[in-house]
């Protein structure tokens, strides 16, 4: 019975069998970027008109010895905290929680008579190709999964208001992305945050808890300072990143989540408060 005990599906078997959902049942396995696809696709069922409503859920569990080993073996792990971009980070914490969105067609909440948190605008998700835990440090992968996003949404760099980076605090993923963000931003990127040193690294769910932070975030007018930022690394220099609170420039956020065999993805969502 083994197998039967860890089948990662075994997850949505139960919700379907406690909540009477007989719907198609999709369960992405993508380690850090699970989550984040799993609203992807989401999002394309609804555009197939394949479904009204979808339910996109990120879970993970990796606190236990095997897994804390390995990424200590790659030397991802921080001894202490994530301290995303700074010149001092570490590495990534671990941390484990659960997210879940509820994605719909317009028609379907005026017919429930719902109130939306925002609105998703378009996605892209890339890989690199170069290996499982390497890295391009001229942020190729992220680069090219935000312009995918930005032409799915048919929005212009211009037009985002902040930023949620991966930020999960180890040197190479860091600095690969502060070299993207200013390639699709140039000199003109929206206010930075993170949220992976407040909650560490959910990994298949830290992609579903970052957009709905995203639109909280948006709702409040508000990007969240990262508190373990002490010193912006020289060499990620300019981003926008602060200790303190920043207004978003505008009601749409973007939302990276990177993963091992070089995967990115890139979510653009709006705040439905404005």
């Given at each position: 019975?083994?197998?039967?005990?860890?089948?990662?599906?075994?997850?949505?078997?139960?919700?379907?069998?406690?909540?009477?959902?007989?719907?198609?049942?999709?369960?992405?396995?993508?380690?850090?970027?699970?989550?984040?696809?799993?609203?992807?696709?989401?999002?394309?069922?609804?555009?197939?008109?394949?479904?009204?409503?979808?339910?996109?859920?990120?879970?993970?569990?990796?606190?236990?010895?095997?897994?804390?080993?390995?990424?200590?073996?790659?030397?991802?792990?921080?001894?202490?905290?994530?301290?995303?971009?700074?010149?001092?980070?570490?590495?990534?914490?671990?941390?484990?929680?659960?997210?879940?969105?509820?994605?719909?067609?317009?028609?379907?909440?005026?017919?429930?008579?719902?109130?939306?948190?925002?609105?998703?605008?378009?996605?892209?998700?890339?890989?690199?190709?170069?290996?499982?835990?390497?890295?391009?440090?001229?942020?190729?992968?992220?680069?090219?999964?935000?312009?995918?996003?930005?032409?799915?949404?048919?929005?212009?760099?211009?037009?985002?208001?902040?930023?949620?980076a991966h930020g999960n605090g180890t040197r190479g993923s860091d600095a690969s992305e502060a070299v993207a963000l200013r390639a699709v931003f140039g000199q003109d990127i929206p206010p930075v945050t993170g949220f992976k040193w407040a909650f560490g690294h959910l990994?298949?769910?830290?992609?579903?808890?970052?957009?709905?932070?995203?639109?909280?975030?948006?709702?409040?007018?508000?990007?969240?300072?990262?508190?373990?930022?002490?010193?912006?690394?020289?060499?990620?220099?300019?981003?926008?990143?602060?200790?303190?609170?920043?207004?978003?420039?505008?009601?749409?956020?973007?939302?990276?989540?990177?993963?091992?065999?070089?995967?990115?993805?890139?979510?653009?969502?709006?705040?439905?408060?404005?």
């Amino acid at each position: 019975m083994w197998l039967l005990r860890n089948l990662p599906n075994n997850v949505l078997c139960h919700l379907g069998i406690r909540h009477n959902f007989k719907g198609a049942n999709g369960c992405i396995t993508n380690q850090c970027v699970g989550g984040a696809l799993a609203l992807m696709e989401a999002a394309c069922a609804l555009r197939a008109g394949e479904a009204d409503r979808v339910m996109a859920v990120g879970h993970d569990t990796p606190i236990e010895p095997e897994t804390v080993f390995h990424y200590h073996q790659l030397g991802l792990m921080a001894p202490d905290t994530v301290r995303p971009f700074d010149a001092e980070r570490k590495g990534t914490v671990f941390g484990e929680g659960a997210g879940a969105a509820l994605l719909e067609t317009e028609s379907s909440t005026k017919a429930r008579g719902g109130a939306a948190l925002g609105e998703f605008l378009g996605v892209g998700s890339v890989t690199e190709g170069i290996g499982i835990v390497d890295v391009r440090a001229d942020g190729d992968g992220v680069q090219r999964a935000i312009e995918l996003a930005l032409a799915d949404a048919k929005i212009a760099a211009k037009d985002v208001g902040m930023i949620v980076a991966h930020g999960n605090g180890t040197r190479g993923s860091d600095a690969s992305e502060a070299v993207a963000l200013r390639a699709v931003f140039g000199q003109d990127i929206p206010p930075v945050t993170g949220f992976k040193w407040a909650f560490g690294h959910l990994i298949a769910a830290s992609g579903v808890v970052d957009v709905i932070m995203a639109l909280h975030a948006l709702r409040n007018s508000v990007v969240p300072g990262v508190a373990t930022l002490t010193r912006l690394d020289p060499e990620l220099a300019p981003l926008p990143i602060s200790f303190t609170p920043q207004k978003p420039r505008s009601d749409i956020a973007l939302v990276i989540c990177r993963g091992f065999a070089a995967m990115n993805v890139a979510l653009l969502v709006r705040s439905a408060s404005s």
